[in-house]
């Protein structure tokens, strides 16, 4: 299985996310990506091999125009205004105060197009996510054209996150929902977005809602316990022509991989009742029972067999890369899936 990779990831650097009440180094580092390259390097699986650029057709067909330009701009009218730190959202719309219209000042804007106040913009971070999306789209375009059956798309800033007009969760540009919308553009009548990070994928489910030639499936934490809180939960199935398109899997506090699987195979029956044309996962390694801002209990050696669970599907597959932040482990456990994908 080839791999997908670019060095721009590292222009998303941020010194600081908001994390307990305090200011502190970001869990979403480039140093995650070190140590899933040392993995890769110890136990080779593919080539890695450099994104090509498809340019913003399917970026600007998955999120809102406005929201691109706010991203492209952010970083430089936040440092012309003097203030020290990193923006971070400190007020948006809510209940009693909806947006009838998008503030004029970046600290307002900030606060529109945030989903979430952990995330700090840093200088770079657009260019590093249209890196990260140019990675995804470089893999859906080996999937779609038949180059490869898997291939593994590395991306950072990672994606599942972000919603048409809105970020957070460490995602600005939706890469696997991008991927998708690539795959249906380029010979897929049908896809599937599996999404296996921690989190349940809220911004690849808003994006695809409404939709019925995407099915979007997630196993995460209970939001009534986890990130995202208000989005991810069982009777969220879809609306309109998406109405039994959406599929989620909200698992309790301390789930063992026992359990988790007994979900995934609920979760890969209806992949295969709905027979895509292809296979987009939205990989996190934050299932890990030692992941620091997780609570599911995976092991090791169960990602081998989470990767040939999805494998038996036999479906061209694209696999993205989300979260994880036990980062001593996330390379061993992203491997161990890759590896079992193709077993
Ligand atoms: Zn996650």
């Known amino acids: 299985m080839d791999i997908i990779y670019t060095e721009d990831h590292r222009l998303r650097a941020a010194k600081t996310e908001l994390y307990g009440g305090e200011l502190v180094s970001p869990f979403e580092c480039p140093e995650r990506m070190d140590f899933i390259l040392e993995a890769l390097k110890e136990r080779p699986i593919g080539m890695i091999k450099a994104p090509n650029n498809y340019g913003d057709a399917i970026i600007n067909q998955i999120h809102d125009a406005g929201y691109l330009s ?29 947006a009838p219209h998008i503030p004029a000042f970046i600290e307002g804007k900030i606060g529109y197009y945030a989903l979430a106040g952990e995330t700090s913009i840093s200088k770079g971070t657009i260019e590093a996510a249209h890196a990260s999306a140019q990675v995804a789209l470089t893999g859906a375009d080996a999937i779609a054209s038949g180059q490869a059956g898997h291939i593994f798309s590395l991306c950072r800033p990672p994606g599942h996150h972000a919603s048409r007009d809105q970020y957070g969760g460490y995602c600005f540009i939706n890469n696997a929902a991008i991927a998708a919308q690539y795959m249906r553009e380029n010979g897929a009548a049908k896809v599937a977005i599996l999404d296996v990070d921690f989190h349940h994928g809220n911004g690849t489910q808003a994006i695809f809602y409404d939709r019925d030639d995407v099915l979007f499936l997630s196993l995460h934490g209970d939001p009534s316990h986890a990130f995202p809180h208000f989005l991810g939960h069982a009777d969220e199935k879809g609306h309109g022509k998406g109405e039994g398109h959406n599929i989620n899997y909200p698992m309790a506090p301390g789930t063992a991989y026992s359990a988790w699987a007994e979900a995934l195979d609920h979760a890969l029956a209806s992949i295969r009742r709905y027979a895509p044309d292809s296979l987009v996962v939205s990989f996190g390694a934050d299932t890990f029972e030692h992941d620091p801002i997780s609570f599911f209990k995976c092991k090791s050696d169960d990602y081998f067999d989470m990767g040939a669970r999805i494998n038996a599907l036999g479906l061209p597959t694209l696999t993205v890369m989300e979260g994880g932040y036990a980062v001593k482990d996330i390379g061993t456990n992203t491997v161990n899936f890759l590896i079992g994908l193709e077993r």
């Open 70 to 98: 706010f991203l492209d701009t952010a970083w430089d009218e936040w440092e012309a205004t003097g203030m020290k730190g990193e923006p971070i959202p400190t007020v948006w719309p809510s209940r009693s105060m909806p």
